[in-house]
């Protein structure tokens, strides 16, 4: 398996403009996390989904910030309108129920810079 | 879930063990040890985990006190590439969905 597979690997892109990350999980797992990654802040959850439905969104920093589980392969995490203090670097997980449930298998993350 | 506290940083040699400590004095009884790190540009990445018992795997051992309060990572014989910062954590096993609440870490340096 490929692992967890996020797309773009960077995006710059200027205050005010939409931004969408995107995340393909490892094929099998139900469970999808979506972390931010700041120096000030170190690496917070902001959302996780159990077989595409949301579970735990209390992590979402404001009304800016949306995600969503379309089906098992995919999701993506938007951010209308971007701001210069979202620059970080976006991490999406995956993890299986049964064998290895507890280990989180994360992406590479995108670095979005926002100008 | 319990919190933990880590050494912010430590070097070691390469080739030596390296063994970092964690402190989880506030634990409970249903709450497993996990241990996972971060390689520079990388997502993190899972190592091992423990309830009370000592475990080994291929990358590391963890090694848990009888009173379940601290434990210690153990890389056998570190690399050059073990260079990562390395997260303790503490949570109750398959609650929440899993989800992992990540503190500060150790940022070791592996020096040749």
């Known amino acids: 398996d490929a692992g967890v597979i996020q797309s773009p690997r960077h995006e710059v892109t200027e205050m005010g403009q939409e931004v969408t990350l995107r995340c393909k999980p490892i094929?099998?797992?139900?469970?999808l996390f979506w972390y931010r990654q700041t120096m000030m802040r170190g690496l917070e959850l902001l959302i996780y989904f159990n077989n595409n439905v949301p579970i735990d969104d209390s992590g979402m920093p404001e009304d800016r910030f949306s995600a969503k589980m379309p089906n098992a392969s995919f999701s993506t995490l938007k951010i209308q309108p971007s701001e210069p203090r979202d620059s970080a670097v976006y991490f999406c997980a995956s993890s299986p129920t049964g064998r290895d449930n507890e280990k989180l298998f994360f992406g590479s993350g995108t670095q979005l810079s926002v100008l | 879930d319990a919190k933990t506290t880590q050494p912010p940083s430590m070097d070691c040699a390469e080739g030596r063990a390296a063994n970092l400590p964690c402190n989880h004095s506030t634990i409970s009884g249903n709450e497993y040890v996990y241990w996972y790190r971060q390689i520079h540009s990388q997502g993190p990445q899972y190592i091992i985990h423990g309830l009370k018992n000592n475990e080994t795997n291929e990358m590391a051992s963890l090694i848990i006190t009888e009173d379940r309060k601290s434990s210690t990572l153990i890389l056998p014989h570190a690399t050059l590439r073990d260079t990562a910062v390395y997260y303790c954590?503490?949570?109750?096993?398959?609650?929440?969905?899993?989800?992992?609440?990540f503190g500060g870490g150790t940022r070791v340096l592996v020096k040749p």
């Open positions: 094929s099998g797992h139900d469970y």
């Open positions: 954590i503490v949570r109750v096993a398959g609650a929440a969905g899993n989800k992992l609440t």
